[in-house]
Structures are given as C-alpha cells and as structure tokens.
C-alpha cells in the first residue's frame, strides 16, 4: 500500500552514499525507513518534503531499490543525482550531464529525460553493468552518447511503467577514454557503493605509484558530486509553486 503519511514527495535516487552525502549535507536529511529501505527524509527550500535513497550499484539493485520505493510512495517525480564517465577527452571534471535520451546497453530501449530547470538537454547517456572497453567508445560516440553510467536506465524503466516522472542529473567524474577506471579500479567498492577496505589495501600494494592517482580520482569524485547536487537543486527551485 502507498505511504500516506507522505503526499508526493520529491523522490531523490543515488547509487552511492557518496552520491547522496552533499545532498543530505545542504538539505539536513534525516535517516528514515520507507518501505522498508533506509532512507533520508527532509524538505527543499520551497517546504515541498523529499525522501532520498541509495540503491547500490548496476540495473539489478537500482530496480530492486527504486520499484521497493514505488510500492510505498507516489512520489511527484523521482530524481536520479550522481555521477558520469565521459566517453571523450574534452569534457571537464564536474561538468553537469542533462542528457536527452538514456539508452538502456542491455535492450537498447530508449528512455526521454525531462528538463526541469536550467541548462539544456544534450546527447545520450549509455546505461551498462559493465566496464566499457576503450575500442568500444567511437561507436557510442556516434550515437550521440556522452556519458555512462549503471543505474538511469533501469530507473527510468520502472518510473515510467508506474507513469511516474523522472529525471537525471549527474556530473562527470572521470572518463571512460583515460583507462583510469578500469575493472580492478571498478572493483575497488563494493556493489552497495561503499569503500572495499581490503580490496583497496590489495590494489595500493600491487599498484604503490599508482595512489596519487587514486587520490586524485578521490579529488574529482567529490567534485563531481558536489556539482550534481548544485544542478539537482537548481532544477527542482525551477519547480516549485
């Protein structure tokens, strides 16, 4: 049954608690349980309330999560925040992503983003469970796509069968041509987002020239995040009454 103590929430959806972290930071989120997810619970600036969720990483735990979100509230629209890898050389780090199309790798089912606020609509994004090989990139590239990601997809599949409206915004963190995340570098988190204490211990002392990088990534992932949330709100202040 729907959550009626809640009337259309602002849904905000993050793969990963860092994702999320900036968000809960600026809007003073508060830990609650939503259908059995664990959650966080606030109001936007404009008073509308907001519930956010973490689903974990890949199309199978953002469906689980997003359609377990569904079941227990109707929300208003449902906000993918986060961040991207760019599939060119050129893009900076932290730049907003607002694409017009997200494509589903899997089926190849298309998904129309909406525009809520600033900013224009732009390109494809690529939805995909797994790392996306360098030779694989000019073809996309010619398809319109200009970022990747793991989630946007399979959200956007389970929104619009309930007729529930969605949008993403992400911002870039890294990208996909420099070889920096690369299936060990992947693997250095856990499928819920968080850190792999022990699988990043392994990756520092096979790999001990390459933690500068690692910490610079850290760097960008952080900026990048920041970004998103900047754009999120920015876009849901355009909505309000």
Not at 175 to 196: K, N
Request: aromatic share 2%; net charge neutral.
């Amino acid at each position: 049954m729907p959550d009626t103590t809640t009337s259309a929430p602002v849904a905000v959806v993050c793969a990963m608690p860092m994702e999320l972290a900036p968000l809960t930071k600026r809007l003073g989120l508060r830990r609650r349980q939503v259908g059995g997810l664990p959650a966080r619970a606030g109001t936007l600036p404009d008073g509308r309330e907001v519930v956010a969720i973490v689903t974990g990483m890949g199309t199978a735990l953002a469906t689980a999560a997003v359609e377990q979100l569904l079941d227990a509230v109707t929300p208003s629209i449902v906000v993918v925040v986060g961040i991207t890898g760019a599939v060119d050389e050129e893009t900076p780090i932290g730049t907003v992503v607002l694409p017009e199309r997200v494509i589903d790798h899997a089926s190849g089912r298309e998904h129309r983003n909406t525009l809520l606020g600033p900013g224009e609509l732009r390109g494809a994004m690529w939805t995909t469970d797994v790392v996306t090989a360098a030779h694989e990139l000019p073809a996309l590239r010619e398809r319109g796509v200009v970022a990747l990601d793991m989630e946007t997809a399979a959200i956007a599949r389970s929104c619009e069968a309930r007729a529930v409206p969605w949008t993403v915004v992400r911002a870039v963190s890294d990208r996909a041509t420099d070889g920096s995340v690369d299936d060990e570098v992947f693997h250095l988190s856990r499928q819920d987002g968080t850190p792999d204490p022990r699988a990043v211990l392994r990756y520092v002392l096979r790999h001990p020239t390459r933690v500068p990088r690692l910490a610079r990534m850290g760097k960008d992932v952080r900026r990048a995040t920041r970004r998103a949330a900047t754009a999120a709100l920015a876009a849901l202040a355009a909505t309000a009454d």
